[in-house]
């Protein structure tokens, strides 16, 4: 059968630490009285304020002035660092909050920084390293929780993020970002009703940022209430009428209500916005084929596939299509490249057996549904499809 996926919102938010105080007196190798020393506190201060308005560029070149009038000003490398990551000279970034930990190793914002610039670099292990040495220095440092969650997440702990989501909200019950990503986390172990909740107090804190919305109708879907979940993205798009997942995930609940037609809408205007988004072109190629126009279901997967050639999903709906259609050869063909991309697509053996039932291959069918039933035993459909070819 055709296979269609709810898209949610999976961002890492990648929050540094700007330092704005003054300079600290460790860091100093000159009177607080000299000229020099001012004039690196005033090209740090207006570095920092570039930064933060964004202007990385102007803002690096301001901290080199601050660092050739004093080199040993820790805070400067700790923001130069963070003006480099943003611009993606993350390496540059690493190598300035590592100078500042050496110039003063109890900058905890400084750890917490340099964790992020090393997931950049896929260093998860080194980074929560880092988050860890942050605690230590600050246990009531709540980026580092947050920023340690994230990267627990990110190593399938999902256990160990919610922890650490749960101790940032246990300082700061209004930070945002933990509630948001441990509504995540709770999605991912399949614990609805907690992952609701987070999302709604994300929402409670900010209404005005999508990705909770996003998410939480993703959920509301998965329980079968599909009204909630249009009203979230009807939220979504009253904020910001471009949020291209909220159309796909209308559509795609307008098509579990049977409501095809709006679905295609939906997806026209996912379109309209980025003519280029192929999973737009698979959801209205399956709406199409639910319509009972196969053709124009597949001009929507040849479209998609185009863009995403390696799109296992497009293969599997378009190889049911051709089924329907029954041109098996094409089906199996399609189906096949799912596989070749995707091994363990359990979806497409299903939809290969059925297929081989169709040709009256029965052997190759049992084949397909074993295999289907082996990567994904709780599946009721594969099961009992299963059972009637053995009999």
């Given at each position: 059968?055709?296979?269609?996926?709810?898209?949610?919102?999976?961002?890492?938010?990648?929050?540094?630490?700007?330092?704005?105080?003054?300079?600290?007196?460790?860091?100093?190798?000159?009177?607080?009285?000299?000229?020099?020393?001012?004039?690196?506190?005033?090209?740090?201060?207006?570095?920092?304020?570039?930064?933060?308005?964004?202007?990385?560029?102007?803002?690096?070149?301001?901290?080199?002035?601050?660092?050739?009038?004093?080199?040993?000003?820790?805070?400067?490398?700790?923001?130069?660092?963070?003006?480099?990551?943003?611009?993606?000279?993350?390496?540059?970034?690493?190598?300035?909050?590592?100078?500042?930990?050496?110039?003063?190793?109890?900058?905890?914002?400084?750890?917490?920084?340099?964790?992020?610039?090393?997931?950049?670099?896929?260093?998860?292990?080194?980074?929560?390293?880092?988050?860890?040495?942050?605690?230590?220095?600050?246990?009531?440092?709540?980026?580092?929780?947050?920023?340690?969650?994230?990267?627990?997440?990110?190593?399938?702990?999902?256990?160990?993020?919610?922890?650490?989501?749960?101790?940032a909200l246990e300082i700061?019950?209004?930070?945002?970002?933990?509630?948001?990503?441990?509504?995540?986390?709770?999605?991912?172990?399949?614990?609805?009703?907690?992952?609701?909740?987070?999302?709604?107090?994300?929402?409670?804190?900010?209404?005005?940022?999508?990705?909770?919305?996003?998410?939480?109708?993703?959920?509301?879907?998965?329980?079968?209430?599909?009204?909630?979940?249009?009203?979230?993205?009807?939220?979504?798009?009253?904020?910001?009428?471009?949020?291209?997942?909220?159309?796909?995930?209308?559509?795609?609940?307008?098509?579990?209500?049977?409501?095809?037609?709006?679905?295609?809408?939906?997806?026209?205007?996912?379109?309209?916005?980025?003519?280029?988004?192929?999973?737009?072109?698979?959801?209205?190629?399956?709406?199409?084929?639910?319509?009972?126009?196969?053709?124009?279901?597949?001009?929507?997967?040849?479209?998609?596939?185009?863009?995403?050639?390696?799109?296992?999903?497009?293969?599997?709906?378009?190889?049911?299509?051709?089924?329907e259609k029954g041109d098996?050869?094409?089906?199996?063909?399609?189906?096949?490249?799912?596989?070749?991309?995707?091994?363990?697509?359990?979806?497409?053996?299903?939809?290969?057996?059925?297929?081989?039932?169709?040709?009256?291959?029965?052997?190759?069918?049992?084949?397909?549904?074993?295999?289907?039933?082996?990567?994904?035993?709780?599946?009721?459909?594969?099961?009992?499809?299963?059972r009637e070819i053995r009999?």
């Amino acid at each position: 059968m055709r296979i269609s996926y709810f898209r949610s919102i999976f961002c890492w938010v990648f929050i540094c630490v700007l330092i704005s105080g003054c300079i600290n007196d460790s860091t100093i190798n000159i009177a607080e009285s000299h000229k020099d020393e001012i004039a690196a506190r005033d090209w740090f201060k207006k570095g920092t304020v570039l930064a933060k308005k964004g202007n990385y560029e102007q803002a690096i070149l301001a901290f080199n002035k601050a660092l050739e009038l004093n080199p040993s000003y820790a805070d400067v490398y700790i923001n130069r660092g963070l003006s480099y990551d943003s611009v993606g000279y993350v390496d540059k970034a690493i190598d300035d909050y590592t100078k500042a930990l050496y110039l003063n190793p109890y900058l905890f914002q400084g750890y917490a920084n340099r964790g992020n610039a090393l997931i950049k670099k896929g260093k998860i292990d080194q980074a929560i390293a880092d988050y860890n040495k942050s605690l230590e220095i600050n246990p009531s440092f709540v980026l580092a929780y947050y920023l340690r969650g994230l990267t627990f997440f990110e190593k399938g702990d999902i256990d160990r993020a919610i922890g650490d989501y749960n101790k940032a909200l246990e300082i700061d019950p209004f930070n945002f970002e933990s509630y948001y990503n441990r509504g995540i986390a709770w999605g991912e172990k399949g614990d609805l009703n907690r992952a609701i909740f987070d999302y709604t107090k994300a929402i409670e804190i900010n209404s005005r940022i999508t990705a909770p919305y996003v998410n939480r109708g993703v959920v509301l879907a998965e329980k079968g209430d599909y009204n909630r979940a249009i009203e979230d993205y009807n939220k979504v798009l009253e904020i910001n009428p471009r949020e291209i997942k909220a159309y796909i995930n209308r559509g795609l609940v307008w098509e579990t209500k049977g409501e095809f037609d709006r679905a295609i809408a939906d997806y026209n205007r996912a379109l309209e916005i980025d003519p280029k988004y192929s999973q737009a072109y698979v959801h209205r190629g399956d709406a199409w084929g639910e319509k009972g126009d196969q053709g124009r279901a597949i001009i929507d997967y040849d479209k998609a596939l185009k863009l995403n050639p390696n799109d296992a999903v497009a293969y599997n709906n378009r190889g049911y299509t051709w089924g329907e259609k029954g041109d098996f050869e094409k089906a199996i063909a399609d189906l096949n490249r799912a596989l070749e991309i995707d091994p363990k697509f359990a979806e497409a053996y299903y939809t290969r057996g059925n297929i081989w039932v169709k040709k009256g291959d029965h052997y190759r069918a049992l084949i397909d549904f074993s295999k289907a039933s082996e990567l994904d035993p709780k599946n009721e459909r594969y099961r009992n499809r299963l059972r009637e070819i053995r009999h």
